[in-house]
Nanobody, 114 residues
């Protein structure tokens, strides 16, 4: 199973980016899908998560600005990031819960200039 994240890049503060993460390979079922982020010297932190049924949760710091969604038919999770701030700059990782197994992607870098 592989997770390929894309959509990161350099954006000015106040701008938007849309991250995508495509899951490929043999996987029986995908339950929760999540986005985490990590900056140098810090632990990976949960940004947003979505259940298979579409229930969502967000870190307080991104509520109202970020939206997580998924396309179960395409095994893809998205993160729409609006009103980006310099403190949102990080490497963003997608994470999925399979049947008893958790998978991580390699991440995509988001840089926000002030």
């Amino acid at each position: 199973v592989q997770l390929q994240a894309s959509g990161g890049g350099l954006v000015q503060a106040g701008g938007s980016l849309r991250l995508s993460c495509v899951v490929s390979g043999r996987i029986w079922s995908i339950n929760d899908m999540k986005w985490y982020r990590q900056t140098s010297g810090n632990e990976r932190a949960l940004v947003a998560g979505i259940t298979r049924g579409g229930s969502t949760k967000y870190a307080d710091s991104v509520k109202g600005r970020f939206t997580i969604s998924r396309d179960n038919a395409k095994n893809t999770v998205y993160l729409q990031m609006n009103s980006l701030k310099p403190e949102d700059a990080a490497r963003y990782y997608c994470n999925i819960d399979g049947v008893g197994i958790t998978y991580w992607g390699k991440g995509t870098q988001v840089t926000v200039s002030s």
